[in-house]
């Protein structure tokens, strides 16, 4: 049973910095890519970020590129996303999610390519 816990999240100022984290247990060898996905009130759920589950290659949405890094521990059971100069716009639920496609860069940004996926975690940024 594949299971995946987001943690981290919380109410910050603009400009300020948080970061999240995602716990993996069960079968997660045979992934090849997680993502970070967030969803605004009245939004749809969007990409924020992808991390190769074997490698080091790294995927961003461009809104978040240079201001977000995610990464993920060597024993491959957990990937964060460090949040950076976060913007009250960016108040949304963040979800992390597994075992994408990791074929093309479209399929790494879709979620519907995306398996298993956590709770999510609120994030807030107040102005």
């Known amino acids: 049973q594949v299971q995946l816990v987001e943690s981290g999240g919380g109410l910050v100022q603009a400009g300020g910095s948080l970061r999240l984290s995602c716990a993996a247990s069960?079968?997660?060898?045979?992934?090849?890519?997680m993502g970070w996905f967030r969803q605004a009130p009245g939004k749809g759920r969007e990409f924020v970020a992808a991390i190769a589950w074997s490698g080091s290659n790294t995927y961003y949405a461009d809104s978040v590129k240079g201001r977000f890094i995610i990464s993920r521990d060597n024993h491959k059971t957990t990937v964060y996303l460090q949040m950076n100069s976060l913007k009250p716009e960016e108040t949304a639920v963040y979800y992390c999610?597994?075992?994408?496609?990791?074929?093309?860069?479209?399929?790494?940004?879709?979620?519907?390519?995306?398996?298993?996926w956590g709770q999510g975690t609120q994030v807030t940024v107040s102005s």
């Open positions: 999610a597994g075992d994408g496609d990791y074929s093309t860069r479209y399929y790494i940004e879709n979620q519907y390519k995306y398996d298993y």
């Open positions: 069960g079968r997660t060898s045979s992934w090849f890519v």
